[in-house]
């Protein structure tokens, strides 16, 4: 059975850090292209970070202060978030999309499987 477990969410303050994590089974995690996404009542889901076998994709708001990481040993990705601001604040989900080029990565039609989502709430 293919699960993706998001963990790691919770308030933080404006400027502050937190580190999500995500857990899968059921497929060959070493294989897929995994991604964050984000979602804001009334809004779709926001591309927020990606990671393939050697690149990663970053949404123009996070990049420089979130990071992507994936450890294939223990079929978890991360998301570490620095310097957070309440416009972070979203329902974070991670997803896992087979193999497939770096320019559909941002598109969340690209992912096939999807974990429950864990809150990250900012306070100024």
């Known amino acids: 059975q293919v699960q993706l477990v998001e963990s790691g969410g919770g308030l933080a303050q404006a400027g502050g850090s937190l580190r999500l994590s995500c857990a899968a089974s059921?497929?060959?995690?070493?294989?897929?292209?995994m991604a964050w996404f984000r979602q804001t009542p009334g809004k779709g889901r926001e591309f927020v970070a990606a990671i393939g076998r050697h690149t990663r994709e970053y949404a123009d708001s996070v990049r420089g202060r979130f990071t992507i990481s994936r450890e294939d040993a223990k079929n978890t990705v991360y998301l570490q978030m620095n310097d957070l601001n309440p416009e972070d604040t979203a329902i974070y989900y991670c997803?896992?999309?087979?193999?497939?080029?770096?320019?559909?990565?941002?598109?969340?039609?690209?992912?096939?499987?999807w974990g429950q989502g864990t809150q990250v709430a900012v306070s100024a």
């Open positions: 997803a896992a999309s087979y193999p497939s080029f770096e320019s559909t990565w941002k598109h969340s039609q690209s992912y096939e499987r």
């Open positions: 059921g497929f060959t995690f070493s294989e897929r292209v």
